[in-house]
């Protein structure tokens, strides 16, 4: 028996074109990882890791089990398509085998498996079988189309744009099993067999169809079947169905502990594409819900930034919210990618700058709490005088470490790519605080509390945003709160909770001192305010416009004060409500018996 | 120029009789100017002017320089006057801009402030037993000159015109701040349109060109030229007023003040020294005249005596142009009429005198 | 608050040149200095009626008030009818009354002017003399004043009978008496104070700065020539 | 020429010459930030700022040196600013200040 | 009998003054010492903040004084005025129940100020110059030629001790700024720089359109008064300020000049108050009895005030401000 036809010449081709870029993608990417990462690989194979890498693989890379969270319709049309094939090449290579037993067969051989065996016993069994998961991969290609047309339905508002590349690979990826089918009831109506899905069209063909017509048929079938293959095949490391491949290494390295930084890395090889282009990051953006730019989401900066033509506009405007982190299937990293691609673009290493830092320490004083304001909260001087209430109530020794001699945490500069120039900032009030001799670091600021956590080296010192600074006080008795009736709503602030996983403290002291009521978007899903110093590129009407959306859900809640934790997050929200917007601090330093 | 504005600063001026007050920086750098002042009003205009030997300096170099205190400087003023007085005259003309404000600020300042003139009484009396009499008249030099201006062009010998064109010669003024700056209405025309020179240049057939920073100050500055560090900056502004004025091709500046005079001058010798620019035809430099030498010329005086061999940049190039006849071998001769060497030749130097001088050595 | 500002409202000139500024920068637009010099006029008159002492003492400290060149470009310009060139000559006054003037490197400048210029008059009666203006220390001057530098009896004597002689005329020595006079003005109505506290602060600043002798020679020439060049 | 040793140097002039200027960059600037030009002046940004408030730095003036064209030592003096971001929150012009730090910057980095 | 008001000037006070008095019942004459109606609008091309048409509300007031059949006697001047009785200057004495005295103000003359050269220098123009050249449809430099830079001055004559203007002219900010965007659309290639010391937007929609001729017409504002023009050789100006946000002085050169003139009391001011016992402000304006509650009315009973007689206004305020004084002199004549 032989397993060659010339229609096999496409799909012989595109395999091997798709096999040799995906070595030589994955190669160099390995290569090029820092030796640290490599390292890590190394130290993690050979343990249970591994084993969690392989379950990862399959629920996500197969099941698309994060999809179904987002939709089940959309989980389920990733699934048949991702599984649907899988099982199709897997159980098509058992079949090869229960025909023909363990032999070597070519790759086409086992792919054009009903044109080669029209000579075997059928096993009915397998010709059922293989219609059945034919019938399902077919089901998520006609889910697929459905879904250019009527997106809604599987709960996205908006689709991807795609591009040239990623439009012809898909036109092949959707013509494939349709021209299988084809294919094969063809083969089936001129040689019989197959099982009810083919075996059924090809009888109806039979009876219908000449035997010329059918030949003719069945070789334009076959070669246009190989072809989609091909075509697919070669596109594929090109386009965004790299991600089909590339999501596997992914989830295996992570699983060993390797991750992107603030620079940019091999890693994110990996990371840029393993993207399909899913585009369920797009309607979680507030950008696009609330303003209406549709061309910064995270898929399209991913795309840009793979194709080496990412502009400053692009990865500029973004908050960084981190909403479409939280939803990504494939968990990319998108804030640390964007980051490091602004690093990139902004960072100048300078000795020079910020020399004037030498000399501009005037602090004096010590404490075993030091509380860093934050620049922002020294706009907010209700939440600066609500804390020195708060701290004397608690009877505190505090040394407040930005009063004199501080400067900005650095994370500003840092979400603008200036990395460098953060580190300086880090540097010298990471000795600021070490020479004050504090244990805590109290911060009013979830930027500043990110970043302290993060990046600051400050060994021997808790660092608390006051939300978890004054919940403490309270469990320990040391501040005696009275329970009103007041009505509150709680906004949580990007940084602290996405950012810092910060979400029941807030809400713990809330409800000591009041009622909370949870807006529709809470906790993870909480809106962005809009006035994130991630983004240097909308304008203030456009801040405005986030904050009033924003508002509205908060007001939504029938609550009497909007609560939040962020100085920022206050002045930005108080310009789009009427209602009353305090710090938390406020609330609680009010209700001090 | 449309300047009909300068009719309404009219000030008055003395027709007869003047005290003469000398200029240091005119005495020092244009002694042939104050002689042909005292000249031309008493030879060609018949006037009686006094020249008297116990006037001194105003110390308005000190004062300016803030090491004269205001009282110091009024007490010697009222000295001057103090002076004037007892030689019998009224009408006090001075020879230098900076005296000329330092006498109407004085004046006004005693007018506002009256306990600053009993201050001062007070002091004169006790330092040297005078008291004195305000002028009926404070005059700059120039303004004289303007006031006979008429006189003086009936009889002119050479007009300020191009003796081969015709074309009338292409003059930049310049004022000197301390003339109308500090007291709009004490000078001719006022301190935005001052007609002093430019009267005194239409009238004897010239043309005045007016240039954006012609209102500029020269740059002298005081302790900003006496000090050698801060020089930078009095060249610099009399680079900037010779930058500016350049594009007009002028034929000659005329300065009213000694120092605006003296700088305009030297200065283009540094600047060609220092960064090699060269100002004026063929590089050989602007001429800077003050009002008397420019007056002298007019009335047919010899270049020499009226001192214009003391110019860093040489004035023949004008003289040839106005048709002015004069001997290039008696340029540098001493009061004895004996040869007493020549100056080095500068990059805004002109003149082949050179050969002349070769041959005579 | 105002100590400052009372000493110099002391001044008729201070009187004369500030009433209320309203920073409109006319002055600072025509000033010859805040072309050349990190200065403006506008800003001074502003910190001085501020009336805060603070300020003002450092403002009597420093460069910036040395900067102008007294042109009184400002004044006929004022559209409220202040004189900035005015204020600076109080507050040079007082920076100088109270020593503050050895504090900056312009300022001690002064002792420079009050030796060349400042004796000279109480020696000849007038601010310049021809031997004043060395050409080593003026090559500005060019190679025409070193030929009348070189022959000044010759040059001068041309235009005046009593060059360096009694007589009227252009450069004659002063009489006994009028010189006397001159200095005795000086020693009624403050010139003379003046120039001790300059010599008395300079002397001080001198040593400060590590002259052994004090203000000597070496020590006017430094100031004559300094240029740190952070003026700009 | 320089055989003669002046002891001084012809000051250089510090006035803002728009003549002479090249406002190439500054227009660019302001067609990529036209809300720029709504500056009124007011100095809330430089009176709130962090790195203003430890330095001789004043956004203030360096914009608007740069919008007329003065763009030396603009790129050193906007190495200053920690772009913490209060200026644009006082702002009564709503002018994305951080924005224009940023914007400067690029566009003078390469002076 | 009907009562009789002379209302002295026809500029927008007078003849709303005049309407407003017709509409009450009262016989209004209006004395106006030009051959015609309309004032300093008569020069005005369009009227901020609106672009409004000068033409458009001067031709509707003109339409209405005719309707009404309102007296008018033009090329009237007036040398007197008593409660009672208006003298002319050709000895004639109207007599009446009451006088409105809406004599407006006179138009700083920029000439003034010679540090600006007007009438020196061909290039530099007063905003008056500029409307009549927006009017005749012919805005050039003098040598016809377009601009490509243009600088206007604010507080020619206003807020100055120089020229004896203390007073704010209060309408010349907004001027310039409707000018500068007016200039900005017939040019829109040139740079247009307005130099002023503060920017007094107090009227409706002022600070908008202030905002909006920075944000889209692009215009310089420049905080500092210029200096002094002088003449280049090509036959620009150039001008020196401060750049006072910046702390440094600024030069350039510009083609066309424009000074914002503001207002200034007319001169026989004097003449009339002296005769009638008028009292006048420091700044040479009539001044109202009191700024608050009798700010039409004058310090001698029967005489009142309307529009810029008492200090700068705008067109809107005159008008306003017109209709306020000729009810308090039907109430006076009725009581």
Redesign the interface.
Known sequence: MTFYAPFCLPFILGAAVMFLTLAWKWGKWLWLLPRRDKMRLLRGLPTRRTLQAVGEVISESLLHRRIFRVNPLLGYMHMSLAFGWFLLIAVGWIETIAYLGFRYVPLQGHVFFKYFATGLAHKPVFDQLMDLLLLFVLSGVALAWGKRFYSRAMGLKRTTKHVLGDRVALSALWFIFPARLVAESTTCAIYGGGGFLTGGIGGWMADHIGIMPLLTMESVAWWFYSSCLGIFFVALPFSRYMHIFTEIPLIFLRRYGIRSGEKESSFDNFQVEACSRCGICIDPCQLQSVLGINDVQSVYFLRDRRYNHLRLQVADNCLMCGRCAERCPVDIDLNTLRLNSRDTMHNVPDERRYGYFKGVDRSSGEGKVGYFAGCMTLLTPRTLSAMTTIFEAAGEEVWWADREGGVCCGRPLKLAGETDSARKMMKYNAELFRKHGITTLVTSCPICLKVFREDYDLPGIEVLHHSEYILRLIRAGRLKLEHGSTRFTYHDPCELGRGSGIYDEPRAVIEAVGELFEPASTRENALCCGSSVANTAISDGQQVQIARSVATELEATGAEVIVTACPLCKKAIGRGTQRQVRDLSEIVAASIK | MKRRSWQEYQKEIADDHYYYARSCIRQNFFPGSEKAFIDILTNDLGKDLLDDPKHSSCTGIGYHSDIVPLETIMTVVARQFSLMNEAGYENFVTSCITSFGIYTEILATWHEFPETEEKTRENLFKATGREFRKPANVAHTSDVMFHFRDEIAARAKHRLVNAVTGEPLRVVEHIGCHYAKIFPKSGIGGSEFPYVLAGMIESWGGEVVDYPERRHCCGFGFRNYLVQANRGYSIANSHKKLESMAPYKPDFIVANCPGCAMFLDKWQYAIAEMEGTTYGQNGHGIPVLTYEEMAGLVLGYDPWALGIQMHQVDVEPLLDKMGIEYDPAAKYLGRNGKYIGKPESAVVNCCPTDTIYDIRE | MGKYFDMLMEDVRMREGLNACMNCGVCTGVCPAAEFYNYDPRQIVSIVQSRDDEAIEALLKSDTIWYCGECMSCRPRCPRGNTPGYVIQALRTLSQKLGFFVESEKGRQQLALKRIIGENILRTGYCIVPRLVKPELHPEQGTVWQWIYDHDKEVYGQFSPSYMRHGAGALRRIDDESLAEINRIFEVSGGSEMFETIEKHSDRKAREMGYEEGADQQYMMDVFTTNSNEHY | MAAINFGYTISKPRVIDLDRNNLRKSDEILREMPELQTCIGCGACTAICTAGNLTSFNFRRVHTLVRRGEYQGAYEEMNKCMLCGKCRLVCPRGINTRGVVMLIKRKLGDF | MKKRIIVIGGGVAGMQTALRLAEQGIEPVIVEKEPELGGKLRGWHVLFPTFTPAEQVLTDLRRRINERGIEVMTSTEVVGLEPRSVALADGRRLTCDSVVLASGSTLFDA?IK??Y?Y??YDNVFTSADLERMFNEGRVAKADGSAPRRIAFLH?VGS????VCQQHCSKVCCVTGVKQAMEMKRLFPEADVFNFY?D?RMFGPGYEELY?EA???Y????V??????A????EGRV?I??????????????VDMLVLLIGMRANDDNARLADGAGLQRARSGFMAPRDLFLGNVASNVDGIFYAGTVTAPKTIGESLNEATAAADAAVRYVEA
């Open positions: 000439s010679e540090e050269g009438g020196i507080c807020r100055d001790e120089k010391m920017i905002r920075q944000q889209s692009n215009i310089h504002f905080r500092g008064r210029i200096s002094e002088s003449p280049t050789l150039q020196k300020a401060e750049d006072t946000l910046t702390g440094r002085p600024l030069r350039m050169s």
